[in-house]
């Protein structure tokens, strides 16, 4: 299904779980900027965002543009993915966690550089082909979710071919576990997040340690998360 239709119908529940427990995926937010930490003064385009959450990894001084898909949250501007968008040019642009469920690849970055100032640079992130994740995804998420199914577009991120001008700064995979105070929070977060229906806590926590893994500490759980991250140096004319 494409974002627009998958945040249309369970955006809500997904924007319930983000702001109730909302410490949850800060390792994941944070390794955006690990290798190219943020200046001051930085206009940086944040889409999709949903309910714009990489407001609270970024500096007072930067400027967030928020830009989605679906018209889940309203207080987010909604724009189409492959058509310019009404902004200034930015700095910097994040698209975290969205990439699988864009259909044309190519004409999303190309459209992503369009709004670039020069040597513009752009963090993405999201699920390769080979992690076990995007098993998660499709075949448990995608059983239990509200929308019926869950069928990701991931991709082998070393063979990726990207369009002109895009240089590549870094690719690699960086784990950036989900941190939880105890096993019904992880279940209750992970129901909000996916909009699971007819599952049991316990069974999520099954399906959580089938798919991903977690692991007890002392002071917390961790689900064993990890995305690939790029960073892109863009050469605009």
Known sequence: MKYEDVFRHRGKSYDLAMKTYPNVRDLEFKQIFHLLPLK??????DVASLGGYLKKYCHQSNQIISLDFSDAINDVNTVTPYEKWDIP????????????????????????????SKNGIIHLADVSIDNPISKFLDDFVGK?????????????????????????????????????????EMAEFCR???????????????????????????????????LTYAELFIEND
Do not use: M
């Open 192 to 226: 909000l997040l996916f909009d699971l229906r007819n599952i049991s806590n316990d069974d999520i926590l099954i399906g959580l340690k089938e798919f991903v893994g977690y692991q007890e500490n002392e002071n917390n759980i961790q689900l064993n998360w990890n």
């Open 40 to 45: 001051g003064n930085e206009i940086i385009l």
């Open 89 to 116: 040019t930015v700095d910097r642009i994040v698209c975290l966690a969205t990439l699988h469920h864009v259909e044309n690849f190519d004409a999303f970055l190309n459209n992503l550089k369009t709004h670039l």
């Open 144 to 184: 239990y979710t509200s929308t019926g199914n869950h069928k990701g577009i991931y991709y082998d991120w070393n063979q990726l071919t990207f369009p002109n001008d895009f240089n590549i700064i870094s690719i690699e995979n960086r784990p950036c576990p989900w941190i939880f105070k105890s096993e019904i």
